[in-house]
């Protein structure tokens, strides 16, 4: 059964750092396509970063590019987002997802989901 459990969010002021992660269960995550999605209230589901082992390819948004980085622990099978240099607009619902091979930031390229983890950034 695959699952996926994000964990590490919470409120951070604005310049802060948090890294999420994303333990995976039911599926080896270094052959598939792992991506972090953010969303906020009213707006649709945003792609943040992707992570293909396999296809040795990485993706990241142009909104947080230069502030978010994504690793992962294969010991864990648990992936990661850095997030650093956080801005009230990281605001949001973030969820991570597994795909197929390559990588990808839009929804539906996505089968399963993890439950999400709240990140707030305010002063």
């Known amino acids: 059964q695959v699952q996926l459990v994000e964990s590490g969010g919470g409120l951070v002021q604005p310049g802060g750092s948090l890294r999420l992660s994303c333990a995976a269960s039911g599926f080896t995550l270094d052959n598939y396509a792992i991506a972090w999605f953010r969303q906020v209230p009213g707006k649709e589901r945003e792609g943040v970063s992707c992570l293909s082992v396999s296809a040795g390819v990485s993706s990241i948004a142009d909104s947080v590019k230069g502030r978010f980085a994504t690793s992962r622990d294969r010991a864990k099978n648990t992936v990661y987002l850095q997030m650093d240099n956080l801005k009230p607009e990281d605001t949001g619902v973030y969820y991570c997802?597994?795909?197929?091979?390559?990588?990808?930031?839009?929804?539906?390229?996505?089968?399963?989901w993890g439950q999400g983890t709240q990140v707030i950034v305010s002063s």
């Open positions: 997802a597994k795909g197929s091979y390559y990588c990808s930031l839009q929804t539906p390229d996505f089968g399963s």
